[in-house]
């Protein structure tokens, strides 16, 4: 295949340990005072060395065994991200078997899909707690476990198992520490057993068009991520990092192998509620997250800082105003200096910076931004504050972590340079190939889809779009099936449009669309905490989110917005006309994938009448 630019990262550098995370595990364990993760219990925070967790490690895949689970069955793990999620799945590989993580808000549907493609034989639960608008995950598994016959037991973190088919954890464990003891031999054998390319997890990706797909991850794909977020500098083996990613996303996968990996400390957030506070308790100095993050992060900062009353609001609006002009210049490639915005810097922006720092535990040394493209607009704002965010790119079929920038050389704007051990090129269409160590195995029984996705020369095609520059960093531009070509023949990625729009405090979410349409419009939903805000400082009745949507004085915020926005865009790949949805969206209404990706299909379809009355009544054109 011809490709137009092409990077030969060099090899991994050796040195690093090797091996399947539980063979990792236990070379870490053998140092029995070393702490291996923080995690909150009991109302305190509470620390595990990595001795104590191979012990119930231990327990955990004897009585997995016992419950008849045999090498490659598939056991499922349907919970939040905590201690326990970690212990099950290091199990699950101990007992030569097969995790299939499932998010914790995935819908009942969803669950009974990936239990009967995976055929799952075994499910841990941690609650039945309701989730916002769902029911609890024990009554979710519960509704469609008649339709799953592959289901033959159901492990509950807490409360009472109901019999049958049920069985409490603590009774769970009990039984796997009396085989261990009985036969400790038998662990160290099934340890051992388990190959490099065996395959560890089948990750069901979200599934924004049709059902997900399981992606075969295998042992070997793992070690090779740890290795390389290593030697790029991502984590390091004296940090503390926070993971309050979901488990069954890829990039927290990562984050764990290099734990085991790299033996740093690992911080297990309570939730995502919680996370601000956890930070401040714990004060890690790594934090993986995702842009949602750090858009809420700059958003607050904005709607915070222009509402301040008097001079303090007055100074707030003239810097970000400079703010504004450094990031259009930045964008151009162009440097920006003023003895105004060196003012700035020094009475506003250095505050903002102790404030954020203080928020965030004081002792950040690196964020990780990955798993959707971050707004360069974001990425400069951490920047001018001294924050560093290395903003990385892959998908679940690469294993996640494919480039990164780096903590000596970051370009906002990119998502770095190729794992070391990879390759990257760029395909004559502009699409981004991948061919490596991280690269998948396949998709679980579904040779066609595996075939269409790798070629005979074993590039992996990402359907993303891209181009590498001269320091071999890569720049997405949309996704393949995503970009619009209007009536008139321009080609628009509107990812670029709608990470501009949520730079907007008041805008929460945004689906930009036209293909084969005279112009580009955009469905909206507005953050419901900034719409009750502007609200109330303009003196308006505040009510419902759908109330409150309708208002006059939100609609003036969005078209600020909009227009805003427009002013950085040539005239085809302007937003003619807007549209407030009465609703967010989210994973239960069925807009948003379980990693909180826009269902574009999904929003044309459920919204179409809106979209068709945008385009009525008018003669506008790109």
């Known amino acids: 295949m011809r490709a137009e630019n092409q990077v030969a990262a060099p090899a991994t550098p050796g040195g690093l340990q090797d091996g399947t995370l539980v063979q990792l595990l236990i070379q870490r364990a053998k140092n029995a005072s070393t702490v291996g993760a ?36 598939r056991v499922a793990i349907f919970a939040n991200t905590s201690l326990q999620w970690l212990i099950c799945d290091l199990a699950i590989g101990a007992a030569q078997a ?18 009967n493609h995976s055929e799952t034989s075994l499910v841990f639960i941690d609650n039945d707690e309701k989730d916002v608008r769902q029911p609890g995950r024990l009554t979710r598994i519960r509704q469609k476990l008649a339709e799953c016959p592959s289901v033959a037991k159901l492990v509950l973190f807490e409360g009472p198992a109901a019999g049958g088919n049920e069985l409490a954890l603590s009774d769970f464990v009990a039984q796997g520490r009396t085989e261990h003891a009985a036969r400790p ?50 984590m390091a083996p004296g940090d503390s990092v926070m993971l309050f990613l979901p488990l069954a ?77 450094y990031v259009e210049a930045r964008s151009q490639g162009r440097e920006y200096s003023s003895l105004g915005f060196a003012l700035a810097k020094k009475l506003v922006f250095a505050k903002v910076r102790a404030a954020i720092s203080e928020k965030l535990g004081g002792n950040m040394r690196l964020f990780i931004s990955g798993g959707a493209p971050l707004s360069p607009k974001i990425g400069y704002f951490f920047d001018l504050l001294g924050l560093k965010v290395l903003e990385g790119y892959g998908l679940t079929e690469t294993s996640a972590g494919s480039t990164v920038n780096r903590e000596h050389k970051i370009k906002i704007g990119t998502v770095g340079a190729p794992m070391p051990g990879l390759d990257v090129q760029i395909a004559s269409d502009g699409e981004i190939l991948i061919r490596g160590p991280s690269v998948m195995k396949g998709y679980y029984k579904n040779p066609e889809a595996t075939a269409e996705a ?61 293909d084969k349409r005279p112009y580009l419009v955009v469905l909206i939903t507005v953050s ?93 054109v790109d």
């Open 249 to 325: 996303h890829v990039f927290a996968q990562v984050v764990k192998a290099s734990w085991l990996s790299m033996g740093y400390r690992l911080i297990i957030a309570e939730s995502v509620e919680k996370l601000l506070a956890n930070l401040v308790e714990t004060r890690p100095t790594v934090l993986p997250s995702v842009p949602r993050v750090f858009e809420k992060v700059y958003n607050n900062v904005v709607a915070n800082g222009s509402s301040a009353p008097g001079l303090k609001g007055r100074l707030f609006r003239w810097a970000f105003k400079l703010f504004d002009e």
């Open 528 to 620: 419901d905490e900034a719409a009750r805000k502007l609200l109330q400082e303009k003196g308006a009745p505040v009510g419902t989110y759908a109330e409150n949507s309708r208002r006059p004085e939100v609609h003036a915020a969005v078209k600020a917005a909009v227009d805003q926005v427009n002013t950085q865009q040539p005239p085809y790949s302007t937003l003619k006309r807007f549209a407030v949805l009465e609703a967010d969206f989210s994973q239960e209404t069925e807009e948003l994938t379980p990693k909180l990706s826009v269902k574009r299909k999904v929003c044309s379809q459920k919204y179409k009448a809106q979209l068709d009355r945008m385009y009525e009544g008018t003669t506008v």
């Open 38 to 73: 923080s995690h909150k219990k009991d109302g305190r925070w509470q620390d595990v060395t990595f001795a104590q967790f191979l012990e119930d490690v231990k327990a955990m895949s004897a009585a997995l065994v016992a419950q008849g689970v045999k090498p490659g069955d």
């Open 98 to 115: 097969i995790t299939v993580p499932i998010y914790a808000s995935n819908t009942p549907d969803e669950c009974r899909y990936i239990l």
């Open 454 to 514: 790798i070629d005979a020369d074993g590039w992996f095609h990402t359907g993303d779009i891209g181009e590498l520059d001269s320091d071999n960093y890569l720049r997405i531009t949309d996704r393949k099936k995503d970009i619009i070509v209007t009536a008139g023949g321009k080609n628009v990625a509107p990812q670029n449009l709608e990470n501009s729009l949520k730079t907007h405090p008041i805008i929460s979410q945004a689906v930009v669309t036209g």
């Open 185 to 234: 031999d038998d662990f160290d054998a099934r340890v051992n057993a388990v190959s490099m390319d065996d395959t560890a997890a089948l990750i069901y990706t979200s599934g924004t068009t049709g059902d997900p797909k399981g992606v075969i991850l295998t042992h070997r794909n793992w070690a090779f991520e740890a290795k390389a977020a290593q030697s790029v500098g991502m």
